[in-house]
């Protein structure tokens, strides 16, 4: 069978731009994702099952037996059948040659950062732009390689990163630009006319993979630098967290408080004053107000959070 337009995810946003595509610019003949068995080996945020699209639109959906798209399954469906174009949102992983080269215009995703690429390459580059206070990022629709980023651009489009984002927020915008590049490549690919830019004046530069326990705040830090990281790991990510007395609190919201008042009778981290359930919590060089979180022991005025 021969698969013109085919869609690579495993998130909620994956559905966004399936949904999209389909009532938007055209029919989505194959959705290619992971089987919730899959998941459980690989952590991946914000996941959200896409068989569903069957039953709603009667489009065919492969669930892999693995993440890397190197299992029999996979590798039947890509001996069996032809592909034209793949448009890949939210799958972290890199696509193999094997898969790459049964698609005739080949398979597109995103990647991004406050330059250009290469520079900013690797993981979790909108969540390590807001973790950097980075306030702009451009956004790339990119040909897939065999290498991770590779500065193959189709097109790029540029959004701010406000300082009242989080990283939910920025994922609206980042979707909101991710279409328009879309709407972009498919009237290319209609056209059969698809240019690819490769050369850079930009160097290389990568992200490191962030795992849930890298969302540990340090209180000894500055409040801009604390309130990057929580912004930058709010849901659907882990969240960021630290202890009081030896109690995980997990913070999902919090925004820089007053950095006049004289908090110096406090130490970094110490619970000043409590209003509403909200928290007011001495840094180094200000104070937080600790807007949502959860945590199995009531906070306190004068507890601590601490690093363990």
Known sequence: MHYKVVVFGVKD???????????????????????????KKNQVSG???????TEKYGIPVHEADSYSLTDDHTASLMRDNTFDIGISMGWQRLVPMS?????????YGFHGNAGYLPFGRGRSPLNWSMILGDTRFNLNLFKYDEKADSPNVFATETFQIGPCDDIRTAQYKNMI????????????????????????????????????KDGLVDFRGRTRDIYNLIRGVAAPFPGAFAFIGGCRITIWNAQPFDEI????????GEIADIFDNRLVVRTVDGS???NEYECDKEPHIGDVLRTE
Not at 188 to 205: G, Q, V, W
């Open 13 to 39: 946003t994956s559905e966004n731009i399936i949904e999209f595509i389909h009532n938007e610019i055209c029919p989505v003949d194959l959705i290619i994702t992971i089987s919730p068995e899959v998941t």
């Open 47 to 53: 996941y959200k099952g896409l068989g569903f699209f």
């Open 99 to 107: 898969v790459l080269e049964r698609f005739k215009f080949g398979v």
């Open 177 to 212: 630009v991710s279409k328009r590049l879309i709407r972009k490549l498919l009237k290319a690919y209609a056209d059969n006319n698809i240019t690819i830019r490769t050369e850079s004046k930009d160097y290389d530069s990568w992200y490191e993979k962030r795992t849930a």
């Open 261 to 268: 008042i004289d908090f110096s009778e406090y130490e970094p």
């Open 288 to 290: 937080l107000l600790i």
